[in-house]
């Protein structure tokens, strides 16, 4: 057996202890490495922005929960119309201005004699009538066959598109009803105000005299003068029920008047000379809408 002198021994076990000493030295470095490297990754995660730690990390979309058939419906906002009383009608009527018209500068002729003339005016506007406006522009014919073809049938191309609204309306609720008058010239206005003032018992020359105003009165509270009837402007309409009764007891009447007037509104319009406004013209009509 070959024997080591201890000096051998010595130096072996010497390179032996270092040798060990170097491998538990570099895995010591290796563990401080790696726990370096968790550390630091970590901290990389804590401290990227939200959202770029959201794009590494993909949570699964939760599951929608299924809608039911009561809430796959849309409710559509009611509209609240405004009440008026009669003479809020009144003054709405004169607060709007109607498009595609001019106001008259001279009152058209009545009666062919000025005297009598002005003093049927004097009486109408005494009354609550007022000069009101000519269409500037051309407007449409209605197609309503109860409308006379002599020029009368013609509304404002806005109030025929709100008739047919309002006239569907009507049949829908199985309401029928039809226009008998819609536009009317200044002469067409002047040949009906005096067949109704001669009927009445009228004198042009009494008149002139101050002699005739029970006459023109009560032609003034059915009928306007020329330059003063609210047909003039295209945007009035008289409706008349196909039930054959008088208007104001009509099935069309309790639909149209009822809750305010609230189908009249829905379609734009409103009582031209409603219940209890006073000084308005005429008596009330309710028919005539504007």
């Not at 009666?111 to 109408?124: C, M, P, Q, S, W």
């Not at 009928?223 to 003063?228: C, F, H, N, Q």
């Not at 409103?270 to 504007?290: F, H, K, L, M, N």
Request: aromatic share 8%; with cysteine; proline share 8%.
């Amino acid at each position: 057996m070959h024997m080591l002198e201890p000096k051998e021994i010595a130096k072996r076990s010497k390179e032996k202890s270092s040798k060990k000493r170097g491998g538990q030295a570099m895995l010591a470095v290796l563990c401080v490495l790696m726990a370096l490297a968790g550390l630091g990754g970590y901290w990389y995660l804590k401290m990227r922005p939200h959202s770029e730690v959201s794009q590494t990390i993909v949570q699964p979309a939760p599951r929608a929960a299924p809608k039911s058939k009561a809430s796959s419906k849309v409710t559509e906002p009611k509209t609240r119309l405004k009440t008026f009383t009669g003479p809020q009608f009144k003054d709405l009527y004169h607060s709007i201005s109607y498009p595609n018209t001019e106001p008259f500068t001279n009152p058209p002729e009545i009666t062919g004699n000025v005297v009598a003339d002005d003093h049927i005016r004097t009486l109408a506007e005494k009354r609550g009538f007022v000069l009101t406006s000519i269409p500037v522009a051309p407007i449409v014919k209605t197609g309503e066959k109860l409308i006379s073809a002599d020029g009368d049938d013609l509304l404002q191309p806005l109030a025929q598109k709100s008739w047919l609204q309002l006239k569907a309306a009507a049949n829908t609720a199985g309401v029928k009803m039809t226009l008998i008058s819609a536009y009317r010239s200044p002469k067409w206005q002047r040949d009906l105000f005096m067949q109704r003032l001669l009927t009445n018992g009228g004198n042009v020359q009494k008149i002139a005299d101050g002699l005739g105003d029970v006459a023109v009165n009560d032609t003034l509270s059915m009928t306007a003068v020329p330059g003063y009837s609210r047909h003039h402007t295209g945007y009035t309409v008289d409706l008349y029920c196909e039930d054959g009764v008088a208007f104001a007891s009509s099935t069309c009447n309790t639909w149209i008047s009822q809750n305010n007037f609230e189908q009249a509104k829905k379609a734009g319009w409103i009582p031209s000379y409603p219940p209890g406004a006073d000084v308005q013209g005429p008596e009330p009509e309710p028919w005539e809408y504007v």
